[in-house]
T-cell receptor, first 116, second 111 residues
């Protein structure tokens, strides 16, 4: 079974630009979560999507947004990029069901975003 | 979600058991203990989780104290490839997938 894939793997942008990152979950997984990892703040939860609906949101400004498509693929968007947005952005998918409410999460390799 | 406390770093000799402690003194009755690890520049990897009974899988064992205020992750025969940051996470019984990561423990396995 293919794992979680994220594209692109590396990205360089300049301040003020916007960026869209993509995540394809493991086949059959309908829950997708996004995390930001920086040296200073560590791993922080951004948001979670399930069946195209945002179920949970972390403490990030509105410049960070996401969506999920009917095939469970997800995208996250960061508008008006700031230097502090430079980070590793990780996507995770899981087999969340009514019978398994806290399944293990499978993480992708991440997208390394550098803002200049 | 309850807060966890882990030592910032630990060393272990290759082939020996690695015992990684975690304190979660404010854990409540419906909260699970999860362990993930992150090898350099990769996404975190799920290891194991438990509620109150000890758990074992092909990767590790999880020992949870009877009062549930602390736990230990055991890697029975550590290898160089087990060098990673290990995160102990306590999650509530809510429906969903939010993981709150702390700083974790850097485990260095040395030959």
């Amino acid at each position: 079974k293919a794992g979680v894939t994220q594209t692109p793997r590396y990205l360089i942008k300049t301040r003020g630009q916007q960026v869209t990152l993509s995540c394809s979950p493991i086949s059959g997984h309908r829950s997708v979560s996004w995390y930001q990892q920086t040296p200073g703040q560590g791993l922080q939860f951004l948001f979670e999507y399930f069946s195209e609906t945002q179920r949970n949101k972390g403490n990030f400004p509105g410049r960070f947004s996401g969506r999920q498509f009917s095939n469970s693929r997800s995208e996250m968007n960061v508008s008006t990029l700031e230097l502090g947005d430079s980070a590793l952005y990780l996507c995770a998918s899981s087999l969340l069901t009514n019978y398994n409410r806290q399944p293990e999460q499978f993480f992708g390799p991440g997208t390394r975003l550098t803002v200049l | 979600d309850a807060k966890t406390t882990q030592p910032p770093s630990m060393d272990c000799a290759e082939g020996r058991a690695a015992n990684l402690p975690c304190n979660h003194s404010t854990i409540s009755g419906n909260e699970y203990v999860y362990w993930y690890r992150q090898i350099h520049s990769q996404g975190p990897q799920y290891i194991i989780h438990g509620l109150k009974n000890n758990e074992t899988n092909e990767m590790a064992s999880l020992i949870i104290t009877e009062d549930r205020k602390s736990s230990t992750l055991i890697l029975p025969h550590a290898t160089l490839r087990d060098t990673a940051v290990y995160y102990c996470i306590v999650r509530g019984g809510e429906y969903g997938n939010k993981l709150v990561f702390g700083a974790g423990t850097i485990l260095r396995v040395k030959s």
